[in-house]
């Protein structure tokens, strides 16, 4: 069902762990020459910036055509809105599977973009249609979020977008808010959704392990266990400004007290697995969670805040970073269980891409050269009674 082959995708992932061992002097040159041979494949790639930047020019040429011929033959009804819509999203699909069957584009910003185009026009077309229906608002955001999340799941599925399979666990963490239920309930149906996301991703995580697809299914695994620990912690945006969000509306109750205890429970099982099956994404999300869980304790307890809180929890996680990394240094080899503080693999950290080539005003500060001393008797410079360099 891929648009990919599995041996293209498993020599993509070669291709870039190879970049990798390169960057860290683990391979020598005859021996890249040889390999790039054999990972070789016919699939156009672009960076991250000119991927990003084709996606958002891709997006700006759909909006616009769909609103154009809205606008140009008056197509303003739910029915008629819908239809264009719907036929909109087709197209777009069906320009994902030309422009990567004939050029043959990997992750390239543009057949991305019209997949996630057709997703969104189809989610549009479905609510629209259940609008003129039933004139149901509910029904109408359910239907929306309905099609989002298995429109997610299939362009996963066809295209390998890990991205657009993010999407859809949370269009359909968000069906059960929905419906006219207690917040508790919400919450708790959201997060069970979520669980079995993750219940189906860490079996196919643990069958594959490391090897594709199971880089996928790590990442999904981790994600899911996140958006779990997001419904259930009631105080995660506990700030005014960010209440629209997700509100706290649980402030008592069994559920309260059942969520707080939650809160230490998913870090702690999350790091567990994760350093016992060396899995970094879960490792990431589960690090990521204990945190929220310290900044979030006080709240759940009816705690006062302190203006020097994050001060001491700052203290506290570089302790504890240099306790591990002395840990890991004094063990044999600089290595316990598998576990090293050195940086063998040199990774190319997309955050730091990114922010790389952010057009921040920044300009370095260098110092001029000095200029060169003189040396020799060039221009009487070196006494000479006063000579100049041609007398």
């Known amino acids: 069902m891929r648009k990919y ?28 020459e040889g390999l790039d041979g054999e990972l070789r494949v016919d699939l156009r790639r672009t960076n991250i910036y000119l991927r990003g930047t084709l996606a958002f020019f891709t997006m700006l040429i759909v909006v616009a055509l769909v609103g154009f011929t809205v606008s140009a033959f008056g197509l303003h009804s739910d029915v008629a809105g819908a239809t264009v819509a719907a036929l ?85 963490a968000a069906i059960p808010f929905q419906f006219d239920q207690s917040p508790a309930a919400h919450r708790a149906w959201a997060a069970v959704l979520l669980g079995v996301v993750f219940a189906v991703t860490r079996v196919q995580r643990i069958r594959y392990e490391e090897e594709w697809p199971g880089d996928e299914y790590g990442v999904l695994q981790a994600a899911a266990l996140g958006g779990v620990y997001l419904l259930l912690n009631v105080h995660v945006f506990w700030w005014d400004r960010y209440h629209w969000l997700l509100q706290q509306d649980v402030s008592s109750g069994g559920f309260y007290w059942l969520t707080w205890v939650l809160t230490w429970v998913l870090p702690a099982v999350g790091l567990v697995l ?101 040396t020799g008797f060039d221009g009487g410079r070196s006494g000479g009674a006063g000579g100049g360099g041609s007398f």
């Open 88 to 172: 909109a999203a087709i197209l777009c699909i069906t320009a994902a599977e030309a422009v990567v069957g004939e050029f043959r584009l990997y992750r390239f910003g543009v057949e991305e973009m019209l997949a996630a185009c057709s997703v969104m026009l189809l989610s549009i077309s479905a609510s629209e249609f259940s609008h003129a229906a039933t004139g149901n608002s509910t029904s109408e955001a359910t239907v929306a979020l309905l099609v989002a999340a298995a429109g997610g799941l299939g362009l996963y599925l066809r295209f390998g977008f890990v991205w657009a399979a993010l999407g859809g666990m949370c269009c359909l």
């Open 274 to 374: 994760g350093i016992r099956e060396k899995d970094r994404p879960l490792l990431a999300v589960s690090v990521a969670t204990a945190i929220v869980t310290l900044t979030t304790n006080k709240p759940y307890l009816g705690w006062e805040r302190h203006t020097w809180d994050p001060i001491l929890l700052g203290v506290v996680l570089m302790a504890v970073a240099l306790g591990i990394r002395r840990w890991l240094s004094r063990g044999p080899d600089a290595a316990r269980s598998g576990f090293t503080a050195a940086r063998i693999v040199l990774r190319q950290d997309p955050v730091l891409s990114v922010l790389s080539a952010a057009p921040l005003p920044i300009q370095a500060h260098t110092h001029a050269a000095a200029p060169p001393a003189a």
């Open 5 to 32: 082959t599995d041996d293209e995708e498993r020599r993509v992932r070669k291709r870039s762990r190879v970049r990798e061992w390169v960057r860290s002097g683990l391979l020598s040159a005859p021996q890249v």
